[in-house]
């Protein structure tokens, strides 16, 4: 059983992921305009600071321990090895997708495949230095109960 210090949490309304990268305008023209994540806000600031944040539908964070992340490298690389931090995006089509992430300047570290868990995955180094899962699920979602 776990435990936690505050039985009713104030729940957390955004999970947002903060990246700082060298080459601002190539990141914000891949994962905006070739990825497709919409500008949500975009902000400048003295000294040509600069941030676009941009909407990436729902977010989750995943925690695994070591043995579920050597798990994941097996099914989905040719013996890759996960970054300690990697973001993965559900799309519709992993194979299309890639192959614009590369044609962007992604380096294809793994190529698509479907994993144990009914989904086609792809890795690759992405701007601003983040591994980047694609995936596509493979079964519907259980329909939603009708409210």
Known sequence: MST????????????????????????VSFYRDVLGLPEQAAFEGEGDARVVILSAGIATLELSNPAQVRLIDRVETDGGTSA?????????????TTD???????????????????????????PAGLQVTLFQELDAPPPQPEA
């Not at 300690?84 to 299309?96: K, P, Q, S």
């Open 4 to 27: 936690h210090p505050n039985p009713q949490p104030t729940p957390v309304k955004q999970l947002r992921l903060v990246v700082e990268t060298e080459d601002f305008d190539a990141a």
């Open 84 to 96: 300690r931090l990697r973001v993965a995006f559900e799309v519709d089509d992993t194979a299309a």
């Open 100 to 126: 614009r992430l590369v044609d962007a300047g992604a380096q294809l570290t793994a190529t698509p495949r479907e994993t144990p868990w009914r989904s086609i995955n792809a890795r690759l180094e992405a």
